[in-house]
T-cell receptor, first 113, second 117 residues
Framework: KNQVEQSPQSLIILEGKNCTLQ??????????LRWYKQDTGRGPVSLTI?????NTKSNGRYTATLDADTKQSSLHITASQLSDSASYIC????????????FGAGTRLAVHP | GAVVSQHPSWVICKSGTSVKIECRSL??????MFWYRQFPKQSLMLMAT?????????EQGVEKDKFLINHASLTLSTLTVTSAHPEDSSFYIC?????????????FGPGTRLTVT
């Protein structure tokens, strides 16, 4: 069964600190892996997207890594800000007629002053 | 960048009534649109996939007669929750897939909060 698992489920950090979120997947065939940020009551916003051949992708203070061999990905947030408080969702896309997305449960990050 | 809008952003309705939610791709054409439902503290769950001009494909466990989807044009899809009940209260999110063959073709709307009283 195609699954995406994220850890930790929730995380609290102090403003200015770094953190790393994890994502393991069993989706096959694999098209790409995405990280989304979802603020409460809003739709997901894309942070990064990586294909099989890409190992790392950065978007400002967000850096995603992908190990397609072990089927693991991470999202590293540098110098966290209060506005980083949100859910971060790892999503893996299957190949096919359209890209069906398999969603992880998300990591709820709270950045405290 | 590609923008997807939803209307309304929130709606409160009485049990037994029907509610229509619109999803529009504002600056691109979307041959495929997706409808998701999200309960509190849970991730998005795909409800159905709609292709312009054809019937929607529903995920297992989603009642097609209750959640009516119409994808009448390349920029508009609608989800109608018929005879809504309190258990239908949820956050409904649509996404639209752009026609152009780029890596990230799927763009999400801001969501619609439905509360059924």
């Amino acid at each position: 069964k195609n699954q995406v698992e994220q850890s930790p489920q929730s995380l609290i950090i102090l403003e200015g600190k770094n953190c790393t979120l994890q994502c393991n997947y069993t989706v096959s065939p694999f098209s790409n892996l995405r990280w989304y940020k979802q603020d409460t009551g809003r739709g997901p916003v894309s942070l990064t997207i990586m294909t099989f051949s890409e190992n790392t992708k950065s978007n400002g203070r967000y850096t995603a890594t992908l190990d397609a061999d072990t089927k693991q990905s991470s999202l590293h947030i540098t110098a966290s800000q209060l506005s980083d408080s949100a859910s971060y969702i790892c999503v893996v896309s299957e190949t096919g007629g359209y890209n069906k997305l398999i969603f992880g449960a998300g990591t709820r990050l709270a950045v405290h002053p | 960048g590609a923008v997807v809008s939803q209307h309304p952003s929130w709606v409160i309705c009485k049990s037994g009534t029907s509610v229509k939610i619109e999803c529009r791709s504002l600056d691109f054409q979307a041959t495929t649109m997706f409808w998701y439902r999200q309960f509190p503290k849970q991730s998005l769950m795909l409800m159905a996939t709609s292709n312009e001009g054809s019937k929607a494909t529903y995920e297992q466990g989603v009642e097609k007669d209750k959640f009516l989807i119409n994808h009448a044009s390349l920029t508009l899809s609608t989800l109608t929750v018929t005879s809504a009940h309190p258990e239908d209260s949820s956050f409904y999110i649509c996404s639209a897939e752009a026609q152009q063959a780029t890596k990230d073709r799927q763009y999400f709307g801001p969501g619609t909060r439905l509360t059924v009283t």
